[in-house]
């Protein structure tokens, strides 16, 4: 029996995904950096396993990035090499072919970060167990990669020139990821420039929220931040749509 269209697409999506080169990418860097920053920056401050405790929330809501790179990567790629003007020849609309991008990048998304727990759990011996919390978690996580999965996929849609958008993702990864609560706190000792960064940033919100949920400290500020990450969602997810709508299938 033949899969769905929007399963065949997302099969295909995470297929082409999954090669060594790539996973190294998506799932080894953000691992790196929660062991190697994880047990450096711990054993520097002496907080025995707290700084641990801290990142790895931070480490599970930068998978949100990854996973937006990702759904903008295949739109680049399919457009730059002829695949989406084959696939929308055959039996796929524009919109499933959205939804496919869409999806992938959740899948992505939550993939990761059950990795990054999963590895976090080794190295803490310890789980947060509550049903509700592992939801607040995962479904923060839901919504970051839906809102970087639509910002990249805007940047695919709109930019034509190869270097431009490899070199304008790789600034938005380090800016989104340094500039966020992933790795430590937005103090009040920050330059007013980057506490205006940290305040700004979506990561910042989804980093948060995943945080409060993993060690039970959530406030109402996290669901404010939610909320406003869902607006905000919203928007960028629109102006991508028009963008990859009016987009020319292919670069060539």
Do not use: C
């Not at 996973?67 to 090499?81: F, H, Q």
């Not at 431009?164 to 600034?171: G, H, P, T, V």
């Amino acid at each position: 029996m033949a899969l769905p269209n929007l399963l065949r697409l997302i099969y295909r999506n995470v297929l082409v995904n999954t090669d060594p080169s790539t996973l190294i990418i998506l799932v080894g860097l953000p691992a790196m950096y929660l062991i190697f920053f994880g047990y450096g920056f711990q054993a520097s401050i002496g907080s025995g396993s707290g700084y641990l405790r801290f990142l790895t929330p931070g480490i599970m809501a930068f998978q949100a990035v990854m996973a937006g790179t990702v759904g903008g990567s295949i739109l680049w790629a399919d457009r730059r090499y002829g695949m989406l003007a084959q696939l929308l020849s055959g039996p796929f609309t524009r919109l499933e072919y959205l939804l496919g991008i869409m999806l992938t990048a959740i899948v992505f998304g939550l993939g990761g970060a059950a990795v990054m727990l999963g590895i976090a759990t080794g190295l803490l011996h310890a789980a947060p167990g509550d049903p509700v919390a592992l939801a607040e978690m995962f479904g923060s996580i839901t919504l970051g990669s839906i809102f970087f999965g639509s910002l990249m996929l805007l940047l695919a849609a709109l930019v034509k020139s190869n270097n431009a958008y490899n070199s304008i993702q790789i600034l938005l990864i380090f800016v989104v990821n340094f500039a966020s609560t992933v790795f430590y706190s937005a103090s009040a000792g920050l330059p007013i420039v980057l506490r205006a960064l940290f305040a700004i940033n979506p990561l910042t919100y989804v980093a948060d929220a995943v945080r409060g949920a993993y060690t039970g400290t959530g406030t109402n500020l996290d669901l404010y931040q939610m909320l406003l990450l869902a607006g905000e969602t919203a928007v960028v997810l629109v102006l991508a749509v028009r963008a990859y709508m009016r987009a020319n299938i292919s670069l060539e």
